[in-house]
């Protein structure tokens, strides 16, 4: 990557935020000790959330947090990937659609009857979708939020013209050189650890409940296993459907697998 | 046609816009746009197990997903018939508290003080007064290592649960905290002090102030809703008395009362309802500022938030002071079928979840009302009272002072679905 200015200019930087709860926004503002050395580091130039001030591109990076569910976000992501050099996914939603894309499984216009008097005021898609469906996108970084200190290891590479560095592991491994003690094996508790995108630093097991894929699928699981091994033990219908339908849902790993999991499930119910 | 456009509103939490129609110089319509789309939460909400509901509702929030985790758990717990133990209610508060500070400390320093100081952001402002923002960081970081501490992250913690917690957090890392939230507290005092000498500019209003009211403590989770009107609404009539109807411009729903008005849920409210509940080192601070009570002015909003920003952080001393984990932290569930609603005060106002639920614990309907919703139409109201003076104003000037007024309500865009874009057009 090279991405730092050769003029000695700092770089410019974009945030934008799309159909998302501004966690992932809110995480660079969580950056409490380094926020003011990053403002230093690069130039923000837009990021609606945190400043009025608004100069215009092209930017240098740009960070896109949240899915693309609305007419006016498809065309939006265009003029953003055309206004940055180089362009990040930020979090599940920016990556994976986030939670919105469980309408990808149901109907989006039935959600807006049963909840809105007037669905035809509103603007919307039938899908929630990753930025990459719409736009290439030059790198992605997971999480339901994203780990603030993934954002920091990210801009810093960038800065320094090198590679950034990701946790290669999945959850599962996170929590073993925790030391935690396995909430499936040892309790029982479903946990999807074994398949998903470590930088959480395994979270849930260590309070003492099963990972629920807020960082998307690692590209090391063994999906047909997992679901083989958990649907069995299911503690209310569908269990294991459910977890891999919920943050990450729209991932393509994790769409095969909860298919996979719904029939398995449906076959237990006739045994 | 002379038609001003104001870009995305800028610090606050979503996307909106503003528009305001003149005729004649005179000010004939106004209307707040909501353009962060809809997301379909109490649609996709119906099918989930109810312990999945505390993960899927915080994150309609990333700013207050706790808000979101409380509410629903009581609602959740009411359809169960059950209630949770003192020390399972003691830890949500202390994890309330760490919300409070983190959300009230971006709100009063990074959000609305810009405004305030005429600075483009708090970053801009740390250029003039670096060490007001560092400390501002600092105050905003310890609420969120109170965050972490609970439940491993500040955005989407991970440990609150149906019944109370997966695990009690370990008492060292909390009891570690106690020396930064000393310091927390003192340079919370320092903010209401600060907060007094800021220029904020004439508007008084005659608000209907709602928010939950306790006897015995701050109002966050437990009692009912109390109006400044006089009148008191237990948790399960909210709806027979407060409304939410869809208007056409808006993704989000817009709350009135049964009597049709506006009112104002948020900090303004909760003080000014709820002051003789502060604890006496809040209550002190309140006493100093010589505010008399009620507050009226949106904009004095910043110094109820100060104010609460010292009661949580005297609050989050004790509890951590008293915390000892002792017994199960959650309860056993024992599932059937019902319905429940429960609620909470989010940092920006009341949040209310209405459930049902099948004997599997399975969501069979959800009912969400966001403080932001609520809210919409009274700002709306103020806007269409400032209207003729925007419409006087050069168009930068009109968009920050229109900007401004919004900001100050804190609204949460995505909680409400929902934020500005001011556009005068003259249809002359």
């Not at chain 2, 006897?215 to 008395?241: C, I, Q, W």
Request: net charge neutral; charged share 20%; with cysteine.
């Amino acid at each position: 990557m090279t991405l730092t200015p050769k003029t000695g200019r700092k770089p410019k930087v974009a945030v934008y935020k799309f159909s998302s709860c501004d966690g992932c926004q809110l995480s660079i503002l969580n950056l409490e000790d380094e926020l003011l050395d990053l403002a230093s580091a690069v130039d923000i130039a837009y990021f609606i959330e945190a400043t009025r001030t608004v100069k215009p591109g092209p930017y240098d990076v740009g960070i896109v947090e949240g899915s693309v569910t609305t007419p006016h976000e498809v065309e939006r992501i265009k003029e953003v990937r055309a206004e940055c050099k180089f362009l990040i996914s930020l979090g599940t939603c920016a990556t994976a659609g986030g939670i919105q894309a469980l309408r990808n499984f149901a109907k989006a216009s039935e959600y807006a009857r049963a909840i809105y008097t007037h669905p035809e005021f509103l603007h919307y898609l039938e899908t929630s979708t990753p930025i990459s469906a719409h736009v290439p996108v030059d790198l992605e970084i997971w999480g339901c939020p994203v780990n603030k200190a993934t954002v920091i290891e990210v801009l810093a590479a960038l800065l320094q013209n090198r590679r950034p560095n990701f946790p290669p592991s999945p959850v599962c491994l996170e929590c073993k050189r925790r030391g935690i003690v396995c909430v499936a094996v040892a309790q029982g508790i479903p946990c999807l650890g074994p398949v998903v995108h470590g930088g959480c630093g395994a979270l849930c097991p260590a309070n003492g409940r099963g990972c629920y894929g807020c960082f998307g699928p690692s590209s090391a699981g063994n999906f047909s296993a997992l679901v083989t091994c958990m649907v069995p033990n299911d503690r209310y219908p569908n269990e294991t459907a459910n977890l891999l339908r919920s943050f990450s849902s729209h991932a393509p790993a994790f769409r095969a697998a909860a298919d996979n999991a719904l029939k398995a499930s449906a076959g237990k119910e006739t045994k | 046609m002379k038609t001003i456009e104001v870009p995305a509103l800028a610090r606050v939490e979503g996307e909106g816009g503003l528009y305001i129609g003149v005729k004649d110089g005179k000010v004939i319509e106004i209307r707040l746009d909501i353009y962060e789309p809809p997301r379909f939460f109490e649609g996709f909400l119906v099918g989930r197990y109810l312990q999945e509901v505390p993960d899927i509702t915080a994150r309609i929030c990333g700013i207050c997903p706790v808000a979101y985790q409380m509410s629903s758990v009581a609602a959740l717990e009411k359809a169960l018939d059950v209630e949770v133990s003192p020390k399972v209610y003691a830890l949500r508060r202390l994890m309330y508290c760490g919300e409070y500070i983190e959300s009230h400390a971006l709100h009063i320093y990074l959000l609305q003080a810009p405004d305030l100081l005429g600075q483009p952001s708090a970053l801009d402002l740390a250029a003039i007064a670096p060490d007001v923002v560092k400390n501002a960081l600092r105050l905003k970081k310890i609420g969120n290592e109170l965050l972490k501490a609970i439940g491993g992250r500040s955005v989407h913690p991970v440990n609150a649960c149906v019944g109370g917690f997966y695990r009690w957090p370990d008492v060292a890392p909390l009891q570690a905290l106690l020396p930064e939230l000393e310091w927390g507290l003192e340079a919370a005092k320092e903010t209401v002090r600060w907060s007094l000498t800021l220029p904020y500019p004439d508007l008084e209003i005659d608000y209907e102030f709602v928010a939950i009211h306790h006897p015995d403590e701050y109002g966050v989770m437990h009692g009912d809703v109390l109006s400044s009107k006089g009148n008191t609404t237990s948790v399960a009539d909210f709806e027979m008395r407060y409304f939410e109807e869809h208007v056409q411009r808006s993704n989000a729903l817009h709350g009135h009362t049964a009597l049709g008005g506006t009112y104002l849920v948020g900090p303004l409210s909760r003080l000014n309802l709820n002051h003789a509940q502060l604890l006496p080192e809040a209550q002190k601070a309140l006493k100093d500022t010589k505010q008399k009570l009620p507050l009226k002015n949106p904009y004095k909003g910043l110094i109820a938030r100060a104010i609460e920003l010292v009661h949580f952080y005297e609050e989050a001393i004790l509890l951590i002071k008293a915390y000892q984990p002792d017994g199960p932290a959650h309860l056993a569930l024992k599932l059937k079928a019902g319905e429940g609603c429960g609620m909470s005060e989010a940092p920006r106002g009341l949040l209310y979840h209405r459930y049902k639920i099948d004997q599997n614990g399975m969501v069979k309907f959800a009912k969400i009302t966001p403080p932001t919703a609520q809210n919409l139409p009274r700002i709306e109201a103020d806007l269409l009272a400032m209207a003729p003076k925007l419409v006087k104003m050069e168009q930068e000037l009109a968009t920050l002072t229109a900007e401004h007024l919004v900001r100050s309500y804190d609204p949460c865009i995505s909680c409400a679905t929902h934020f500005l874009r001011l556009k005068i057009e003259n249809r002359e």
